[in-house]
């Protein structure tokens, strides 16, 4: 059964940094990709940053390329959403899913969902 579990939202202020968790369970990172998604109310669920085991580079949103990283740690079946110089924008409940063959990095690709974890950025 596929499970995850996402970590490490807060209160930052503007120019900060979070990182969060998603543990995962059920399957490997070789086998499936992983995203992690945000969602803000009255807006659809926004992908962030994709990983997969085909392509050789993340996709990242413009709005966070160049501030936030993802990376795993395979041994702990774990991947991070470093986030860097945060802003009011990034506000939002962030969300880490896996997907056997996702075409691409929008919600609506990935079947297997972690429960939200909300960063609130102040200005």
């Known amino acids: 059964e596929v499970q995850l579990q996402a970590s490490g939202g807060g209160l930052v202020q503007t120019g900060g940094s979070l990182r969060l968790s998603c543990a995962a369970s059920g399957f490997t990172f070789d086998d499936y990709a992983i995203g992690w998604f945000r969602q803000v109310p009255g807006k659809e669920r926004e992908g962030v940053s994709c990983?997969?085991?085909?392509?050789?580079?993340?996709y990242y949103a413009i709005s966070v390329k160049g501030r936030f990283t993802i990376f795993t740690d395979n041994a702990k079946n774990t991947v991070y959403l470093q986030m860097n110089s945060l802003k009011p924008d990034d506000t939002a409940v962030y969300y880490c899913?896996?997907?056997?063959?996702?075409?691409?990095?929008?919600?609506?690709?990935?079947?297997?969902w972690g429960q939200g974890t909300l960063v609130t950025v102040s200005s």
């Open positions: 899913a896996a997907d056997f063959l996702p075409t691409s990095c929008t919600a609506n690709e990935f079947d297997y």
């Open positions: 990983l997969s085991s085909s392509e050789s580079i993340p």
